[in-house]
Structure formats: C-alpha cells, structure tokens
C-alpha cells in the first residue's frame, strides 16, 4: 500500500503564500492530485498533475495556485499564492481515481 505524507501547512494573513509538499513511498505513474476539505464538507480536488505534467485547476484555485510534481523524488507540490480565508482547510494528495489510503493531511489556516 503507498503511504503518503503532507507538510508545509500552517498559518497566514490573506494575500500570502505557502507552499505544500507531498512525499509517497513508492513512484506512481498515476495522476496525482491535491484534495482539501473543511469540517462537515465533502473532500474536493483542488488541482492534478498528470505524470507528464498536464495540469488542472478547479475555477476556485485557478490563477492562485500551482501543481507540480517531481517523479525522482516521489514527491507532489502544491505552491499556493494570494491566499484567501476560504482556502482555510486540511490538504490532501492522493492519486486521481484509485485512491490509495488517506494520509494525515496538512492544516491550512488563512486569516482575514
């Protein structure tokens, strides 16, 4: 089973900028993807990034945030620039349709 570890969480004013990072212990050649969720909602896809690099955004992150990743290193970024308190929630990455078990995600707080 791949295991998935998140950090680069913490806590900003609106308008500033963190970057995420996500590390699996085994390559995937799977689209990999950032998933957020805030208490009471639904787990959403944030952006993907194919194995070759072909990105998507949902509308609410487009412009702002940007997905990349490095299959050496095993590892999923998530820069994320003019943060917005709706932004506020625990980030995810896992891959994009099997999806393997859930890490322990990483807070994201913005405040206004």
């Known amino acids: 089973q791949v295991q998935l570890v998140e950090s680069g969480g913490g806590s900003v004013q609106a308008g500033g900028s963190l970057g995420l990072s996500c590390a699996a212990s085994?390559?995937?050649?799977?689209?990999m993807a950032w998933y957020r969720q805030t208490p009471g909602a639904q787990r959403e896809l944030v952006a993907s990034?194919?194995?070759?690099?072909?990105?998507y955004y949902a509308d609410s992150v487009k412009g702002r945030f940007t997905i990349s990743r490095d299959n050496a290193k095993r590892t999923v970024y998530l820069q994320m620039s003019s943060l917005k308190p709706e932004d506020t929630a625990v980030y995810y990455c896992?891959?994009?349709?099997?999806?393997?078990?859930w890490g322990q995600g990483t807070q994201v707080t913005v405040s206004s």
């Open positions: 896992n891959s994009v349709g099997v999806l393997w078990d």
């Open positions: 085994v390559i995937s050649f799977n689209t």
């Open positions: 990034v194919t194995y070759a690099g072909t990105t």
